[in-house]
Every structure is written in structure tokens, then in C-alpha cells.
């Protein structure tokens, strides 16, 4: 991904455009971001532009269904507020949102294990029965028997000490009976940049662009990506309601995004665009945790 970047001189002419009675808040850049570029608007809200192909569908998404879910969720979450139409100035749709307050996780990471009932608190209360014209994702709702298989996902760690050991748990995981319950809504994105930590403690989950509805496994994973070691039995005891099939392809899930971390943080630690060079540890630590558990 190469690194579009806006100016805030843009921001601020779309809100005297669009939301005139915003436009004279302070207006700070935020480092970091994916598919959309962010900015914090005052204290309490935040901007939020596309700057991926594929950004504009999933901040559509998140227009869509998340202030309808945040309502019921135990932690802050960026809700949308207003919506930014397509104009001269920006040709797609954006978003002001709630300011959720704290650093990411790839750069505060949890420490506190009670952090554990907390993110079973929130899981349980996300995960309801998803409505049938909810979204589906080709990468988060399909069975992870059918993405596990890509060739190219385990050279990231060709030279790990326990890569074997890696790939059995992923093995375990594709061998368990998949999900039979109906499709439940899921956040899809569960890694450390998209959760906010403060004093060690999960604080607010953020971007659910790639929401959508599935298998709870998918979400449960964050079980070992974001909380400290020992931390999974204590999470999975407040949770309650994964029986042992789920808890396996949750832990090849772990595996499977613990990848995907080490890749983009490696591509960072190289200079090449897109990389997140804090991604990186925490995909490492994430696949001791598991093998731990394992």
C-alpha cells in the first residue's frame, strides 16, 4: 500500500463545507492508520478520510451498522457522529467520529490480566445473532480451512525456532468441526492497532471496517493477539460460551493473523510501503503465547 496522505488544510475545508459548526475545533494529525487518514477533531471526535481503494466500502460499513451495535457495547468505540458526503473537494464519503481516548496496543500493549474479563465482556455483548443482509467477508467470515491453505503465508517464518509447532496448531484448527450456529457479528479485526490501552488496561476497541458476520473463532483469537501470557483461560472462563472446537480454530486463527502481523511489520522494518514496524513483535509475541497455550 502505498502511503496516501492528505492535508489538513482539506479536512478543514470540508468541515467549513459540509459541518460548518465543527470547523473551527482544533484539528490534530494522528500517526498510524491503514485505509483511512485520521484526524483528531477537539477533544471528542475524530476525522476520518479513505485513502485505500478498498477504504471507502469498509468506512461505509462502519457507517452503516456500528452506531446501531455501539449502543450495546461495554467499551467506547468510534461511532460515527456525521457523515461527510462526496464533493468537489473529496470525491468519497467520509466520516466524523467519537474520539476513543488512549494508545494502540502495538504501541502500550495490555498488561493487566484482568484486561481478560474486560475483552470477554465486550465479545459477549458483540457477539449476537447478525441480521441476514449483514455483511459477509471473504477473509473473516469464510471457514479458516479454506484461507489457511494460501500458499506463502508460513514463509514469514521459515526461520522461527517453532514454526513446526506453528503449523500444527493451524492443522488442529482446520481438523475441528466448524462453526453450526448461526453467523454472529463479528469485529473481523481484532490485532493490537486497533485496540486502545491506558495504564496497561484494555481501554476502547476501534475501526470495525472489516465488521461483518461469522464464526465467533475469527474474533476470539484476540485471546492470545491482545492480552498478556496466561491470560486465555481466564478470558475464555468470563466468556463462556466457546465450547473446545471453537477454542482450537480460534488458536489457528491467532496463528493465521500472528502471520499477518510479522509480514507487515517486517515489510516496515525493511522500508517498504505499507509496513507497520511495530506489528512485528507483536505478532511474535502473539505465536509464543499460543504455542504456550498449546
Known amino acids: 500500500m502505498d502511503e496516501l496522505k492528505f492535508e489538513q488544510d482539506l479536512v478543514r475545508a470540508l ?21 483511512n487518514q485520521q484526524w483528531r477533531l477537539g477533544e471528542e471526535l475524530a ?12 468506512l461505509h460499513t462502519e457507517q452503516t451498522w456500528l452506531p446501531m451495535l455501539a449502543e450495546r457495547l461495554p467499551l ?12 468537489s473537494l473529496f470525491e468519497h464519503t467520509w466520516s466524523i467520529a467519537r474520539w476513543v481516548e488512549g494508545e494502540p ?15 470477554a465482556g465486550f465479545l459477549r455483548a458483540l457477539h449476537q445473532k447478525a441480521p441476514a443482509d449483514a455483511p459477509v ?13 494460501v500458499d506463502g503465508w508460513f514463509e514469514v517464518i521459515a526461520d522461527y525456532a517453532d514454526a513446526d509447532a506453528a503449523w500444527e496448531v493451524s492443522e ?24 486502545v490501552v491506558r495504564d496497561g488496561m484494555l481501554a476502547g476497541v476501534i475501526d470495525f471496517g472489516d465488521m461483518c458476520a461469522g464464526d465467533p473463532a475469527t474474533d476470539l483469537s484476540a485471546a492470545w493477539i491482545l492480552l498478556p501470557a496466561g491470560a486465555a483461560s481466564r478470558f475464555f472462563d468470563a466468556y463462556e460460551l466457546a465450547d473446545e472446537a471453537t477454542i482450537t ?6 496463528v493465521l493473523r500472528a502471520l ?10 525493511l522500508g517498504l510501503p505499507g509496513g507497520k514496524p511495530t506489528w512485528e513483535p507483536a505478532g511474535y509475541a502473539t505465536l509464543e503465547r499460543v504455542l504456550a497455550a498449546s
Do not use: C, F, M, Y
Not at 47 to 58: D, F, G, I, M
Not at 76 to 87: M, Q
Not at 249 to 254: E, N, V
Open 172 to 195: 488442529r484448527a482446520i481438523a475441528a468441526p466448524a462453526w453450526q450456529g448461526a453467523p454472529l457479528w463479528l469485529h473481523g479485526d481484532l490485532h493490537p492497532a486497533n485496540v
Open 105 to 119: 496496543a502495538d504501541r502500550a500493549p495490555i498488561t493487566r490480566i484482568e484486561a481478560a474479563e474486560i475483552l
Open 15 to 35: 468541515l467549513r463545507d459540509q459541518h460548518p459548526d465543527l470547523a473551527d475545533l482544533e484539528l490534530r494529525d494522528v500517526s498510524g492508520g491503514w485505509d
Open 260 to 269: 499477518g502481523l510479522i509480514g507487515i511489520g517486517r515489510n516496515g522494518r
Open 47 to 58: 476525522v476520518r478520510l479513505p485513502r485505500t481503494e478498498r477504504a471507502p466500502a469498509l
Open 76 to 87: 467506547p468505540t468510534p461511532a460515527p457522529v456525521r457523515i461527510g458526503k462526496p464533493s
Open 249 to 254: 480454530r480460534a488458536r489457528g486463527w491467532a
Open 137 to 149: 467477508s471473504p477473509s473473516r467470515s469464510a471457514p479458516l480451512a479454506g484461507l489457511q491453505r
